[in-house]
């Protein structure tokens, strides 16, 4: 029988999760759903003095709010929790003793002082201490005491750690889903400790001991954790436990190219780095991003479906993404890309939904001295007809305003270079007569507007421009906006007339 796909993601909980770990948490989540598997969280708190109040509770969140929630984690139990580290304590160990007991591991007393004397000392030599093969015997541990002194020392509750044993001149061949084979000669590695006398496992015998118990078949996780895997590897062997698969995602880099992406290049390029705001930090939710779109660029941040497809939402991501063409190298972040991806969905949006996020803007902006019909304001007719008029150039909800104050003001100032430009001696005259034509007009529908002006145009044998310019200046105050006879249209003929009237008087 195969194994039942299980992976979990497992952020330690010291601060805000960085965009960088909802990848991870992503490409988890995509993996587990299209092989009908689990995704797991798993929250490793082993390391006190790194915990950050609130931290546990930002992850879930984020998560929530990517739309990827986890199948078994904190609160969500599935028979192989709790999925808290620090619940776990007691649990390790047991773990640590069998490793004692078959010679894989061994008591370490070395006091933090004298490590660090050895470390100076080589230091100043020019050489790196290794506590490993070639000097553990020379250092204090139950492997150069004798048993009685051993015995002792454990007898006085001596502080200790355990170390592992890393074996000598053994060649360790590791397998990574995305990096291939790789080989390692173990006598570059130390002697990593994986228990402490405060109770304590360190992360690598916490990790190993949770994977296994808690069945997880693929561990996928960032490429710092790459060289831990000569070490896991040994622990499983060690253990006699059959090993998961391990895939170690390449790093997201600075927009430049050069190093990790962090939070200090998120503040000078003035884009989010967390999903959610974070003291002062802001979030991607916060500025506007739609879970959409940050699940689709992430996707992308690392892995191609091979195509020239970049579009996809979280359906088709569980269909095409394919752990083993994620790159080795590390995927340059691109801060326009991702406003392109909001661009896309917010385009996919239900004006209605948009609706919502933009009324608060509107009331924050809302000055009614300005407002031409102040019931505008809380028309939902009428805002949901401005964001189906506007939405096609907004990238973000915050743009509607920049983009549409318009439909809800009178222009009080116009563009002086299209001013220049576009009024000339006869535009008075011009847009008297338009003036006259509309107030005529019975049905002042966009297509009846387009019709009769247009029909206007051609009588009078002027051209479009000639008419079209300053008629959008009077609108709008400049240049831009979507089709006019749509503005017109929809301000209404009272307030077409009104701007007519008052550009006239004011240039
Ligand atoms: N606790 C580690 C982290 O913070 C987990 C690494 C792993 O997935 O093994 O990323």
């Known amino acids: 029988m195969t194994q039942k796909v299980r992976v979990r993601f497992a952020p330690s909980p010291t601060g805000p999760l960085h965009i960088g770990g909802v990848r991870t948490a992503l490409y988890n989540y995509l993996f587990a759903k299209q092989n009908n598997g689990d995704f797991i969280l798993r929250i490793e708190d082993t390391d006190q003095n790194r915990y950050v109040e609130g931290a546990e509770k930002y992850i879930i969140d984020a998560l929530n709010w990517c739309g990827i929630p986890f199948d078994e984690g904190p609160e969500k139990e599935s028979g192989y929790g709790p999925y808290r580290q620090s619940e776990r304590k007691l649990l390790y160990k047991k773990y640590a003793d069998l490793l004692i007991e078959s010679g894989k591991a061994y008591y370490a007393f070395d006091s933090a002082e004298s490590l660090d004397a050895h470390r100076k000392d080589h230091e100043s030599k020019g050489k790196t201490f290794i506590y490993n093969w070639h000097n553990r015997l020379k250092l204090d541990n139950s492997l150069s005491l004798t048993p009685e002194e051993l015995q002792n020392r454990l007898a006085n509750q001596q502080n200790y750690v355990i170390r592992f044993y890393t074996p000598e001149d053994e060649v360790l061949h590791l397998k990574d889903i995305i990096r291939g084979d790789i080989q390692i000669d173990t006598n570059i590695l130390d002697d990593k400790v994986l228990y402490k006398s405060d109770g304590m496992p360190t992360y690598h015998l916490a990790n190993i001991v949770d994977d296994h118990l808690m069945e997880i078949s693929h561990v996928i996780r960032g490429e710092e954790w790459l060289p831990s895997l000569a070490l896991h590897t040994q622990l499983y062997d060690a253990f006699g436990w059959h090993a998961p698969k391990f895939a170690h995602l390449p790093l997201i880099m600075k927009p430049e190219g050069k190093g990790k992406l962090s939070k200090r290049d998120g503040e000078k390029g003035g884009f989010p780095i967390f999903p959610l705001s974070w003291g002062d930090s802001v979030g991607y939710k916060e500025a506007g991003y739609f879970p959409e779109a940050v699940v689709n660029f992430l996707a992308l941040l690392g892995w191609n479906p091979g195509t020239e497809q970049e579009l996809f939402n979280l359906d088709g991501l ?97 563009s002086e270079k299209v001013v220049k430009k576009q009024w000339k001696e006869n535009t008075p005259s011009i847009l008297n007569k338009i003036a006259l034509i509309l107030e005529s007009l019975e049905d002042f529908s966009s297509p009846e507007l387009e019709k009769m002006i247009k029909k206007w145009i051609g009588e009078e044998q002027l051209t479009f421009g000639q008419v079209m310019a300053p008629l959008r200046l009077v609108m709008v105050g400049d240049l831009k906006g979507p089709h006019l006879f749509d503005i017109m249209a929809l301000v209404g003929k009272e307030e077409t007339l009104n701007r007519i009237r008052t550009a006239l008087a004011k240039l």
């Open 318 to 414: 569980i269909k095409t993404f394919d752990l083993s063409r994620v790159h080795k190298s590390g995927a340059r972040f691109d801060p326009e890309k991702t406003k392109w991806y909001n661009h896309h969905y917010l385009q996919e949006q239900e004006d209605i939904v948009l609706l919502d996020s933009f009324k608060p803007i509107l009331a924050e902006k809302l000055d009614k001295e300005q407002a031409f019909d102040i019931s505008l304001f809380t028309n939902v007719d009428y805002i949901t007809s401005v964001i189906s008029l506007i939405k096609e150039r907004a990238s973000f909800v915050s743009d509607f305003w920049e983009l549409g104050d318009y439909f809800f003001q009178t222009p009080n100032s116009y």
